[in-house]
């Protein structure tokens, strides 16, 4: 049973435009979540993370949302440049918990020049 | 400087031998983590340790073992039990847990492909 859901498996925008990557959950234990990016044969890199005491949280071009209520948050990425090309994975956790965080099986982002 | 490194980046293996992935950091974090990513799936959680001498089966332990002896090392063993060992395998490690949220760190991954 997935816990963390990212149901776009891809998704193409074009150069400046926004991009916006959406992640479901269904455990209402996690507290926090995270946006991780990942190169093809690269570990991935932290981008952002949300504690859930907060619905949202800025950093540069990265902007994640997260609407309690229905378990589901969001990254936007604005503008978007062809360098942002990446599989982005989703993550929750549970604050002071097991320290196990639960992926999302990932969304492949293009973007286009 | 600081980081995680994983050795070899490559890695074949004749079926029914043990292999062992290694995975080192210097970050002095407390927290080890090995994951396994196949095509088009997520991070799947295979063993971590949240400190020296002790650890935890993940997800999908089964055909896989560690050993955590000392705080920087966290070596990885697929052994011929495994049935689908041919994936990426991704090391993390995270600050000491429980305290509040802290990120993991990855490091590059070893492709391991079975023969």
């Known amino acids: 049973d997935q816990q963390v859901k990212q149901n776009s498996p891809s998704l193409s925008v074009q150069e400046g435009r926004i991009s916006i990557l959406n992640c479901d959950y269904t455990n209402s234990m996690f507290d926090y979540f995270l946006w991780y990016k990942k190169y093809p044969a690269e570990g991935p890199t932290f981008l952002i993370s949300?504690?859930?005491?907060?619905d949202k949280n800025e950093d540069g071009r990265f902007t994640v949302f997260l609407n309690k209520s229905a378990k589901h948050l969001s990254l936007h990425i604005v503008p978007s440049q062809p360098g942002d090309s990446a599989v982005y994975f989703c993550a929750a956790g549970t604050q002071g918990g097991s320290e196990k965080l639960v992926f999302g099986k990932g969304t492949k982002l293009t973007v286009n020049p | 400087d600081g980081g995680i490194t994983q050795s070899p980046k490559y890695l074949f293996r004749k079926e029914g031998q043990n292999v062992t992935l290694s995975c080192e950091q210097n970050?002095?974090?407390?927290?080890m983590y090995w994951y396994r990513q196949d095509p088009g799936q997520g991070l799947r959680l295979i063993y971590y340790s949240q400190i020296v001498n002790d650890f935890q089966k993940g997800d999908i332990a089964e055909g896989y073992s560690v050993s955590r002896e000392k705080k920087e090392s966290f070596p990885l063993t697929v052994t011929s039990a495994q049935k689908n060992p041919t994936a990426f395998y991704l090391c993390?490690?995270?600050?000491?847990?429980?305290?509040?949220?802290?990120?993991?760190?990855f490091g590059p991954g070893t492709r391991l492909t079975v023969l």
């Open positions: 970050l002095n974090h407390d927290a």
């Open positions: 993390a490690s995270s600050i000491f847990p429980g305290r509040s949220y802290n990120e993991q760190f």
């Open positions: 949300i504690s859930s005491i907060k």
